[in-house]
């Protein structure tokens, strides 16, 4: 296992801000961490990156436990944070080769060439721009590009594409998805977009009040939740729209006894974002 966490638990002052949280990631995994504000996301990767001490529990990052971790560890792993606002008068490249050279004696294949990088990230056209000139979403790129230019085994994103565009979004995704798939880079993810969880994420857990309420696949959770299905159809002129709870044998009777009369048939089936309000929601009703 790349990630193992047992029984963790994090109190600040008299404040219990993580109960017993256990879960496990083994490489290549793309796992997202979804909950709402001050649930304890930040706090849980904290821990695990090695920024935060924790209050109890069993912690394995790598096969280490980042609380006693070395350089060699950190070389191991990718951090992109919230947000930070440094090295505004470096150009971009030079800021990438920079921060690339910390890693050249952790291996062969370290770091990743800057050129490449920015091709990867969508920066090329600005290599040579001072970094307080870049837009927000080029900042964030570049910050994700910092994540990744030591080639980790396992990245941390913290809400990565705020700022981004839709495009930049998909080609983030894309970059995403191919880390994870081609060279088994395992990514703990935390987002408020939840169809960039759907769409990232083998495997999601839901943090709420410092308690994992659920965890599963994007379909495991949609399925786990009983909400109607929209059903939308067209028979000539006229419109129709059901609220179903399973849509299937509902179609089926309707084709059988329509046919092709049925026309702009639409089935809106629950989304993640339905799962997750009715678990968190749930949770604190
Ligand atoms: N240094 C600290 N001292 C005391 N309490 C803290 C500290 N850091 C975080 N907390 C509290 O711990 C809880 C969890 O915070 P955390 O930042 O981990 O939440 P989060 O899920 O990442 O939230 P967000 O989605 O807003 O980023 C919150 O109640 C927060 O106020």
Redesign the pocket.
């Known amino acids: 296992m790349v990630l193992t966490v047992e029984g963790l638990r994090?109190r600040?002052?008299d404040?219990d801000?993580?109960h017993e949280v256990s879960f496990q990631a083994r490489a290549g995994e793309v796992l997202a961490l979804l909950?709402?504000?001050?649930?304890?996301?930040?706090?849980?990767?904290?821990i695990l990156e090695g920024f935060r001490l924790r209050s109890a529990g069993r912690v394995e990052v790598l096969g280490v436990d980042p609380a006693g971790a070395d350089e060699r560890w950190r070389a191991r792993i990718g951090i992109v944070l919230?947000s930070w606002r440094d090295h505004g008068n470096w150009r971009v490249r030079e800021l990438l080769e920079h921060q690339g050279a910390y890693y050249a004696p952790y291996g062969a294949d370290r770091p990743w060439p800057v050129d490449d990088l920015l091709a990867a990230v969508g920066l090329t056209a600005s290599a040579r721009q001072k970094v307080r000139t870049l837009s927000g979403g080029q900042r964030r790129r570049l910050d994700v590009a910092i994540g990744l230019v030591g080639r980790p085994e396992l990245l941390f994103l913290?809400?990565p594409t705020t700022g981004f565009d839709p495009a930049a979004r998909r080609e983030f995704h894309d970059l995403i998805a191919g880390l994870a798939a081609d060279q088994q880079t395992t990514i703990l993810l935390?987002t408020?977009d939840l169809p960039e969880a759907a769409r990232l994420a083998d495997r999601i857990l839901i943090?709420t009040a410092?308690r994992i309420v659920a965890t599963g696949t994007p379909t495991d959770l949609t399925t786990s939740i009983t909400a109607p299905h929209d059903v939308r159809y067209t028979l000539g002129v006229q419109q129709f729209q059901h609220q179903i709870l399973d849509s299937t044998p509902f179609v089926q009777a309707l084709f059988a006894q329509h046919g092709d009369a049925v026309q702009n048939l639409e089935v809106h089936r629950p989304t993640l974002e339905d799962a997750y309000l009715a678990l968190v929601n749930g949770v604190q009703s």
Not at 35 to 46: D, M
């Open positions: 994090m600040y002052g404040t801000v993580l909950g709402p504000n001050g649930a304890g996301k930040s706090t849980t990767i904290e919230q913290d809400e935390t408020h943090l410092g």
